[in-house]
């Protein structure tokens, strides 16, 4: 199967602008982040957590926990992949319970990727509360999960795929959406 | 009835090679095992750890899936450490225990074979007086099987936890000098640990009395000794087996005390390896006889840390295993 490049979403300016509007929201709706700590999803919410982190502390002068959480044992679709997924470790060197943790996540889709983030989080502690970032949201959710902050929404058909791009692990930043063609 | 010797010569090759040919779908010896193999458990054994030292020592991985946990030999860690680690990847598990001497070996296994099909096992976990019984087993039943300790071949999830142990206290296991004291001869677990290190590059050396060791073992490409002193200058590990004591009925070694003084590791021996060695014992531990208390209890001893280890390896193990592998 080949994949065509039909659109760049956001380039490197779009993202880096779209963090940094997150991060005020969460700054705002939080009144301040004195209780939030920020887990990044493996693999590519890792450095977008990271990254918000970064702004939350140019902006607010405050220093942010930030956790790593691998899912994969929480994964719901796990026995019927037919292979095994290799598991990386999570870091989340911080109690939780009572925090407002934020779960960042670089494309929000079916939400079956939050829910086991959910439950993963929910087997660490008992949190205050946990809201949801996602740098994009193209919609076709199939479990009643929405995002808190979300970068951008990009209305897609199931044909396409959003490809989410970050220096830390692909070389650059940017998203893309592909469609297959035959 | 099916018997080894009623195989075809295909199928005997086949039996022997340990699962060659499938590499993952069993895990019945390190001696199958490639070195990127082993890497690969060990590798998805830190992620089980971390589990297992949360205060919800419990992941959905294997929900709904059904381990059947088959004990011919009389064991309590070994069974508790494979049932505990189904349990924590919420997989459901039964125990079969089997007294020994009720069991007309082949015919009953191929029996249990039966059985467990029809129970819908996802795993079965083998523990078996007979060397090569899991391997047959493996041959019968179309669910992956894991060999829990056969006769005096191997024990695999003992090395393995052997060596993710280590790999947690020196890093790699390139170069290190491993010495192996005691009864060779009747041991899986020295039998796996061999195959085991040695693929991963440690420098093993064996110490037993000549009675103990199997022929011809130098050619696993160990160095093989005969006195405990010459084995011990410089070593990074010693890792101590158990003597069995119906040894000496057999007229193998002339007394339990004696060789507790030839053999046995004290502190004046253990001054000898590396101020940083770690002990390692796979237990349970004959005090005073193959190890001295000070040493059992020292605070080079690594004994406990193992058995911690074993639960998240055999995760390791039944969650590599029971997702299947290749797509």
Known sequence: MNFRVKAIILDRDGIRRALTRIAHEIIERNKGVDNAVLIGIRRRGVPLALRLAEKIKQIEGCTVPVGFLDITLYRDDLTQLGYHAKLSRTEVPFPVTDRTVILVDDVLYTGRTVRAAMDAIMDLGRPKAIQLASLVDRGHRELPIRADYVGKNVPTSSREIISVQVEEIDGQDQVLILEKTE | MLTIAGLSRKQRERFFLGGKRLPSKHCLGLAALSAKEINEILENAVPMKQVISRDIKKVPALRGKTVVVLFYEPSTRTRVSFELAAKHLSADTVNVSASTSSVVKGESLVDTARTIKALGADLVVLRHPSAGAPHLLARLIDVPVINAGDG????????????????????????????????????????????????????????????????????????????????????????????????????????????????????????????????????????????????????????????????????????????????
């Open chain 2, 152 to 327: 005096m071949h191997e024990h695999p999830t003992q090395a393995l936890l052997d060596i993710f142990t280590l790999r947690e206290r020196k890093g790699t296991l390139k170069g290190l000098k491993v010495v192996i004291i005691g009864d060779i001869l009747h041991s899986r677990v020295a039998r796996s640990n061999i195959w085991g290190l040695t693929k991963l590059g440690a420098d093993v050396h064996l110490v037993a009395p000549p009675t103990l060791l199997p022929a011809g073992i130098e050619r696993a490409g160990v160095t093989v000794h005969h006195r405990p002193e010459e084995a011990l200058v410089d070593s990074d590990v010693v890792m101590v087996l158990r003597l069995q004591r119906e040894r000496q009925r057999q007229g193998l070694i002339p007394g339990v005390r004696e060789y507790a003084r030839m053999y046995g590791l004290n502190a004046a021996r253990l001054a000898l390896a590396r101020p940083d060695a770690v002990v390692m014992h796979p237990g349970p531990i004959n005090r005073g006889v193959e190890i001295a208390d000070d040493v059992a209890d020292g605070s080079r001893a690594v004994i406990t840390e193992q058995v911690t280890n074993g639960v998240a390896v055999r995760m390791s193990v039944l969650y590599l295993l029971t997702l299947g592998r290749g797509a």
